[in-house]
């Protein structure tokens, strides 16, 4: 059972704590800013009542003066804000990637289906936090100081300013509620446009070999437009809202020195006061002209926000785990009891189908295990079951006594090695993938590792050697058996207590066959307990023990030999 988090327990809570008096650093430097904005319009009072009525040079330079210098105040307040908050960005987002990217590579291997895109999501709000947008968001607290200092030159001029920041308003409320289903609309068929083309990247020789490339790219062509023309819809209502705003807060500035004129033949303003009223009052509508331009900016920050709480909350087999101790180092003594697991579907609810059950087995260090049967037996489910990837639904699986809860998943990972069905290299060098990504790993036992492996010949023929680059730009370097070895001797690095490979000689000739077997012997001698799950009968050649399995259920285990010959009996009956 997942526990949930509650709201100020998520990571992007915590950090978002760490950061509060950097946010309210910001907000100071943002109150100075909006204090030294008023610098103009006193600067044009003064001088149209003051300096034209005396005719006081020495009066002008002195307003001069001070006025330059306020200013250069307001470039350095300003400056420090922006500052502040491209760092505060920064900050949030070096506090919670590490745990968005784990728990999303942990919903990835849970089978969870993961909540939208959580490190474009994580962009989006670090992007908004650094952007203009943001900033007008705090200017917004000052709208109410600026109309009253309106009001403070005159009732009318005042009241004119606050109607016009209400229809301001009401012009970004009309804007939040006629774009708000049109951006999320627009921000979910960009989702699937985007995922489709990395699907049809992923299966680019399938896709090639058999002639779908035209098909594929018309049907991303078709989510595309989709996703763009809802773009577009969301876009020109925003644009023209925008639009309307400028248009409106420049006409207001016109009324106010309209109304102000009007008041001033009726001696009841001052030019100085005409001029300023309509420099604040424009300054009021700023922010909301802002937000109502960056509209889209906010939604998407929102949305981002929203995704990222929900994909920090979604629950995964890991999360249910209790805090974990520092156990001492596994020897490889491995049980398995009363074993079931169903599908992992989270939308299936308790009634999911078993796909392993009734499973009862242990194995001692130094053990060879190799489970066999028909395809879709299970097999590779319970190499993710005895590597901790997946957790069971009853009994458990334990390691030296200890089930997987038990352990932490990064103290865990260091003794189990695994060789999935589907072997894989990520992008770095061929001694970055055995060392598992380790900064602290040595070369010897890198070369250990490659030896065991019976890569490492191979890999002095490569032009780089040991340096050469794998993953996107340079997997095709390797064959599909030469990607596999590799793929085992990072399995291997350090000798984990216990190695579990998933169909590993898939991709072998004769010679990587008869390298996989001595490396599983060496394993087994050096105490390492093996289990291989296996089509071939070469890939358990080198293990002493077998577990048949048949549609989810264990149907023998015992010695390798007894276990064969019955079935060898059981098939010719």
């Not at 300096?51 to 001070?66: G, N």
């Not at 974990?324 to 049980?335: C, D, I």
């Not at 200890?402 to 260091?414: I, M, Q, V, Y």
């Not at 001595?518 to 307990?529: D, H, K, V």
Request: net charge positive; hydrophobic share 50%; charged share 15%.
């Amino acid at each position: 059972m997942s526990t949930a988090h509650a709201p100020n327990d998520t990571p992007l809570a915590a950090a978002w704590q760490r950061l509060r008096g950097a946010f309210l650093a910001a907000f100071l430097f943002g109150c100075l800013v909006n204090l030294l904005m008023l610098t103009g319009p006193l600067f044009m009072l003064q001088v149209y009542d003051r300096v034209l009525a005396s005719r006081s040079v020495p009066t002008l330079v002195v307003l001069v003066v001070i006025t330059a210098v306020l200013y250069a105040f307001l470039g350095l307040f300003d400056l420090l804000r922006a500052r502040v908050l491209s760092r505060l960005a920064h900050a949030l987002d070096a506090g919670v990637q590490q745990p968005v990217l784990s728990r999303w590579l942990e919903q990835g291997a849970s089978g969870a289906r993961a909540v939208g895109r959580p490190l474009s999501d994580l962009a989006v709000l670090r992007g908004f936090i650094a952007s203009p947008v943001c900033t007008a968001l705090m200017d917004l607290p000052w709208v109410p100081l600026y109309l009253a200092m309106v009001f403070a030159l005159h009732v009318q001029l005042g009241l004119l300013a606050a109607g016009g920041a209400a229809i301001a308003i009401a012009l970004a409320v009309l804007t939040e509620a006629l774009t708000r289903r049109p951006l999320a609309a627009a921000q979910a068929a960009e989702h699937r446009d985007t995922a489709f083309a990395e699907q049809a990247r992923r299966q680019v020789e399938p896709v090639l070999a058999m002639g779908m490339v035209s098909a594929v790219v018309s049907h991303w062509q078709r989510l595309h437009d989709g996703a763009a023309a809802q773009a577009q819809r969301a876009t020109e209502r925003v644009e023209g809202l925008s639009a309307a705003s400028r248009a409106f807060r420049l006409l207001l500035q016109s009324l106010i020195l309209g109304l102000g004129a009007w008041l001033a033949i009726r001696h009841e303003l001052s030019a100085g006061a005409i001029i300023a009223a309509s420099i604040i009052a424009g300054r009021a509508l700023a922010p909301l002209d802002q937000l109502i331009g960056g509209w889209r900016t906010v939604v998407r920050a929102q949305e981002a926000r929203r995704a990222l709480v929900r994909h920090l909350d979604a629950p995964t087999e890991a999360s249910a785990a209790p805090a974990a101790l520092q156990l001492p180092p596994p020897r490889g003594r491995v049980a398995v009891q009363q074993l079931v697991k169903r599908a992992p579907d989270a939308r299936a609810g308790d009634g999911r189908r078993p796909i392993l059950e009734g499973l009862n087995f242990a194995l001692e260090p130094g053990a060879g295990l190799g489970v066999i049967g028909p395809s879709a037996c299970g097999k590779t489910s319970l190499a993710r079951l005895l590597t901790g990837i997946w957790r069971p639904d009853v009994g458990a699986v334990r390691l030296d006594g200890a089930s997987f809860e038990h352990w932490s998943r990064e103290a865990l990972g260091r003794h189990i090695g695994y060789l999935p069905q589907q072997a894989a290299l990520l992008e770095g060098t061929l001694a970055q993938n055995i060392a598992r990504f380790d900064p602290e790993a040595g070369d010897e036992e890198i070369i250990a590792a490659a030896r065991l492996a019976g890569v490492h010949e191979m890999i002095l023929r490569l032009p780089q050697g040991y340096a050469t680059a794998v993953g996107p730009a340079g997997e095709s370097l390797l064959t599909g058996g030469q990607l596999q070895r590799v793929a085992l001797a990072r399995a291997v690095f350090r000798g984990p207590a216990l190695v579990v490979l998933d169909e590993p000689n898939s991709n072998l000739d004769a010679e990587g066959d008869a390298a996989l077997g001595q490396a599983i012997a060496a394993l087994r001698e050096a105490g390492s307990t093996v289990v291989v799950m296996a089509h071939r009968p070469s890939a358990i050649a080198a293990v002493d023990q077998i577990l048949m399995l048949e549609e989810g259920r264990q149907t023998a285990f015992g010695p390798k030999a007894e276990v064969l010959r019955r079935f060898t009996r059981a098939a010719s009956a």
